[in-house]
C-alpha cells in the first residue's frame, strides 16, 4: 500500500539555519504530496502542496519540489525563524483517492 | 469564517465510561475524517464520510468505536467501554470534493482515560 517515510526527529536548528526535512514516498500512479504543520497545541495546517511531477509548492518561505525519479518531496527553508518551531508531517493522498497517508512527523526546533 | 469546530476540547474520564467526542465541519464541506494521534503510532485514519456516508472504517479499532454523522453539520466519535489505551488526541478534518482534496483540520480532542 501507499505510505510515507519522513527523517527521523527531533530536528534542532539555530535561527537562520537552513532547513531540511526530508520525505520520500510509496505509491502506485501519480499521487499529490502535501506537507502539513502543526504547531503546540493545534491541529494541523497544510503548508504546502504539490499535485503533478516536478511541481514545486511554496508558502510561508518553505518549497518542496516533486520529483518522481527519486519518490521525493524534501522541505526546505533557506533561513528559519524560532516561530517555525513545530511538528511537520509529509503525506500523500493517492491518484483518485481520498485518504491521505501520513508521514510520522518531524518534530522541529529553533533556538534563537 | 469558522473552522472545523470539535468538543470537548479536553475530556478526562474513567475506564469503562462511554466518551463522546463531537465534530462540526466547515459549511459546505461534505467530507468528513476522524483521526487519531498517539506518540506511539502517529497520526491515524479512523473513519471518513462522505455526504454523511461512513466510506471506509477499517481504521476503526475495533467494536468499542463507533462514528456517525446524522447531518452535514455534525459528526459524532463514540468509544464505548473506553480503556487507558484510547487515551490520545483525536482530530476531525473536514474537505469539499472538488479538485485536490486539502483537509482542514479541528483542534484536536485531548482525551485521557484513567
Known amino acids: 500500500g501507499d505510505s510515507v517515510t519522513q527523517m527521523e526527529g527531533p530536528v534542532t536548528l539555530s535561527e537562520e539555519a537552513f532547513l531540511t526535512i526530508n520525505c520520500t514516498y510509496t505509491a502506485t500512479g501519480y499521487p499529490s504530496l502535501f506537507w502539513y504543520v502543526q504547531y503546540p497545541g493545534e491541529g494541523l495546517q497544510l503548508l504546502l502542496k504539490?499535485?503533478?511531477?516536478?511541481d514545486k509548492g511554496s508558502n510561508k518561505g518553505f518549497e518542496a519540489t516533486y520529483r518522481k525519479e527519486t519518490t521525493s518531496f524534501h522541505l526546505e527553508k533557506g533561513s528559519v525563524q524560532v516561530s517555525d518551531s513545530a511538528v511537520y508531517f509529509c503525506a500523500l493522498q493517492g491518484q483518485g483517492a481520498q485518504k491521505l497517508v501520513f508521514g510520522q512527523g518531524t518534530r522541529l526546533t529553533i533556538n534563537p | 469564517d469558522a473552522g472545523v469546530i470539535q468538543s470537548p476540547r479536553h475530556e478526562v474520564t474513567e475506564m469503562g465510561q462511554e466518551v463522546t467526542l463531537r465534530c462540526k465541519p466547515i459549511s459546505g464541506h461534505n467530507s468528513l475524517f476522524w483521526y487519531r494521534q498517539t506518540m506511539m503510532r502517529g497520526l491515524e485514519l479512523l473513519i471518513y464520510?462522505?455526504?454523511?456516508?461512513?466510506?471506509?472504517d477499517s481504521g476503526m479499532p475495533e467494536d468499542r468505536f463507533s462514528a456517525k454523522m446524522p447531518n452535514a453539520s455534525f459528526s459524532t466519535l463514540k468509544i464505548q467501554p473506553s480503556e487507558p489505551r484510547d487515551s490520545a488526541v483525536y482530530f476531525c478534518?473536514?474537505?469539499?470534493?472538488?479538485?485536490?482534496?486539502?483537509?482542514?483540520f479541528g483542534p484536536g480532542t485531548r482525551l485521557t482515560v484513567l
Open positions: 464520510f462522505n455526504n454523511n456516508v461512513p466510506i471506509d
Open positions: 478534518a473536514s474537505s469539499s470534493r472538488t479538485g485536490i482534496n486539502e483537509q482542514f
Open positions: 504539490a499535485t503533478k511531477a516536478d
